[in-house]
C-alpha cells in the first residue's frame, strides 16, 4: 500500500514538472505585441485554435477578426487575414478611436466577463517566463 502512495505521488510530481517545462517553453503560442515598441509586459499566451475550441467558437471568426465601415459592424466578413494593428493603431485615431492596446483588452476581457469563463486579469494573460 505505501509503495502504490509512492509510486502515485511521483508520478504526480513528474507530470506536475513536465507541465510546468511544456507550458513555459519557447513555442508557447503568444499574441504578436511587435508592433509595440516598448511592451509593458510580456506578449499575451493565447493558442488561438485552442481557444476557439475551448469557448465552440469554430464557425464565426467575424466575432474577433471584425470589419467596420462607417462605424458600423459589416456581418458575415472577417479579417482573419489581417493583423490587429492594420486597422487599430498605437493611438487613437479619426478612423479609428480605439487603439490597438484597448481593442485586445476590450474584445478579449469583454468576452470573458459576459461568458464567466477566461482569464481577466493582467498576469493571468501576460505571464512572465
Known sequence: MMKLKRLIF???VLLIISAFYAYSGEDTPTVDNTVFEHPQRAAAVFDHDDHNEK???T???????H?????QKVEDESSEDSACSECHSLKPTSENAIPLRM???KRCKECHFES???PVLCGECHIKK
Request: charged share 20%.
Open 59 to 65: 464557425d464565426d471568426c467575424s466575432v474577433c477578426h
Open 10 to 12: 511521483i508520478s504526480a
Open 103 to 105: 481593442a485586445f483588452h
Open 67 to 71: 470589419v467596420y465601415e462607417n462605424r
Open 116 to 118: 464567466n469563463k477566461g
Open 55 to 57: 469557448a465552440m467558437m
